[in-house]
């Protein structure tokens, strides 16, 4: 048994974990959070837990191939993919994916998000892409979300949901909740007669702000 048992980690993922299910991002059992512990372990959601029965102590504490450390817990089958983003992203310690339905209706069309509102870029640092499709619970998804998400906080699977990042997981659920309202107002401007970017010079000036707030180099 470790000495550590990360309990404020644990307290700061439950709590996201069931804010997450209460702003609708997610139904049923689906969807997952982890966190990074450092020493290359990982605290994850386990599978098919409801979210309002979940305690701290179902949390699972992992190493980077998804093996318990400390526990006989069941990891969340789609870990892959947040494993995949902490390595390829190094200023990320917090991932979130969600079933949400306007993100999942772009993520169905094959669409990528356009830098459509200031917030998208100084909260995401751009589009959000839609990753090319992979199976889930995959390494070929874990490889192509990474892939996607490049150096910004979201990403859309292809014909399955969204993920979110952050340097915490309230932050990452933020990025999350913030998908789901840029892609509902993406759907409605297309309505409106289409979505305009914001123009390059915005882009790039809004970008600077996003990467320095990451901590990430200009
Ligand atoms: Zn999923």
């Given at each position: 048994m470790l000495a550590v048992t990360w309990e404020s980690?644990?307290?700061?993922?439950?709590?996201?974990?069931?804010?997450?299910?209460?702003?609708?991002?997610?139904?049923?059992?689906?969807?997952?959070?982890s966190m990074r512990l450092g020493h290359g372990l990982y605290l994850v959601t386990p599978t098919s837990t409801p979210y309002d029965t979940m305690t701290e102590?179902?949390?699972?504490?992992?190493?980077?191939?998804l093996e318990p450390v400390d526990s006989d817990g069941v990891?969340?089958?789609?870990?892959?993919?947040?494993?995949?983003?902490?390595?390829a992203r190094p200023d990320l310690t917090a991932v979130v994916h969600t079933h949400s339905v306007y993100a999942s209706a772009a993520a169905a069309a094959g669409v990528t998000?356009?830098?459509?509102?200031?917030?998208?870029?100084?909260?995401?640092?751009?589009?959000?892409?839609?990753?090319e499709y992979g199976p889930p619970g995959s390494e070929e998804l874990a490889i192509k979300a990474a892939?996607?998400?490049?150096?910004?906080?979201?990403?859309?699977?292809?014909?399955?949901?969204?993920?979110?990042?952050?340097?915490?997981?309230?932050?990452?659920?933020?990025?999350?909740?913030?998908?789901?309202?840029?892609?509902?107002?993406?759907?409605?401007?297309?309505?409106?007669?289409?979505?305009?970017?914001?123009?390059?010079?915005?882009?790039?000036?809004?970008r600077a702000i996003y990467r320095m707030r990451s901590g990430l180099k200009p």
């Open positions: 980690e644990r307290k700061a993922l439950l709590i996201a974990a069931q804010a997450m299910a209460t702003r609708g991002l997610v139904a049923g059992t689906s969807g997952n959070l102590a179902d949390l699972v504490v992992v190493n980077g191939e990891p969340s089958s789609e870990s892959l993919v947040h494993i995949a983003i902490y390595r998000i356009p830098p459509i509102l200031d917030e998208v870029v100084v909260q995401i640092g751009g589009a959000i892409e839609c990753a892939k996607a998400l490049g150096d910004r906080r979201a990403v859309l699977l292809r014909n399955h949901g969204a993920v979110g990042a952050g340097r915490s997981p309230a932050e990452a659920l933020d990025v999350c909740t913030l998908v789901e309202r840029v892609a509902q107002t993406f759907f409605f401007a297309q309505l409106a007669g289409g979505a305009k970017p914001l123009p390059v010079e915005v882009i790039e000036a809004e």
